[in-house]
T-cell receptor
Framework: DTAVSQTPKYLVTQMGNDKSIKCEQN?????MYWYKQDSKKFLKIMFS???????INETVPNRFSPKSPDKAHLNLHINSLELGDSAVYFC????????????FGPGTRLTVT | DQQVKQNSPSLSVQEGRISILNCDYT??????FLWYKKYPAEGPTFLIS?????DKNEDGRFTVFLNKSAKHLSLHIVPSQPGDSAVYFC?????????????FGKGTKLSVIP
């Protein structure tokens, strides 16, 4: 009965490959997010989607693209993976932006070799 | 440019005593603040929040204090329990700007010693 789930939990791949991380929430929330936790442990927002519209697009490389087939899903596609993309990626959701707490998935540890 | 700072990377507290975790922010547009708790290999879990219209919010053993003039907030855990051992992240948002972004601090690792 997981609220926010991500697959896979671990992903090891080679440079230059294209990969996707899936995220689903069963909370009925309106907004979903992707965060990156880098080697320095900072959690930084990458994208958020509200009712299928991209509302934040931080300065991430355009190799990263979020795709939301419906309100309950926000998948992250990464093209031409680079070593620097190695990190833990967290999906999150909230009832609304701003004042409502965000609920996080368990994270996907991506390792690019 | 760290807009949310947690200057103590770690904190050790004896079981039963008070744990005080501190957080400072620089962006005066922030008006909503949250604390998250994170265990290894898990996602952050929401703990408690406070709006800028308040200076204190309490939930069981957890109390968050906000000092807007000092741009400082703190999380008090009383009494501390071994299960509280985790990394605690402070986060802030500027809701009025239509932004949905949470800005996180770097985290403080709390160790509660039995």
């Amino acid at each position: 009965d997981t609220a926010v789930s991500q697959t896979p939990k671990y992903l090891v791949t080679q440079m230059g490959n294209d990969k996707s991380i899936k995220c689903e929430q069963n909370l009925g929330h309106d907004t979903m997010y992707w965060y990156k936790q880098d080697s320095k442990k900072f959690l930084k927002i990458m994208f958020s989607y509200n009712n299928k519209e991209l509302i934040i697009n931080e300065t991430v490389p355009n190799r990263f693209s979020p795709k939301s087939p419906d309100k309950a899903h926000l998948n992250l596609h990464i093209n031409s993976l680079e070593l620097g993309d190695s990190a833990v990626y967290f999906c999150a959701s909230s009832q609304d932006g701003g004042d409502y707490e965000q609920y996080f998935g368990p994270g996907t540890r991506l390792t690019v070799t | 440019d760290q807009q949310v700072k947690q200057n103590s990377p770690s904190l050790s507290v004896q079981e039963g005593r008070i744990s005080i975790l501190n957080c400072d922010y620089t962006n005066s547009m922030f008006d909503y603040f949250l604390w998250y708790k994170k265990y290894p290999a898990e996602g952050p879990t929401f703990l408690i929040s406070i709006s800028s219209i308040k200076d204190k919010n309490e939930d069981g053993r957890f109390t968050v204090f906000l000092n807007k003039s000092a741009k400082h907030l703190s999380l008090h855990i009383v009494p501390s329990q071994p299960g509280d051992s985790a990394v605690y992240f402070c986060a802030a948002s500027a809701s009025g700007a239509g932004s949905y972004q949470l800005t996180f601090g770097k985290g403080t690792k709390l160790s509660v010693i039995p």
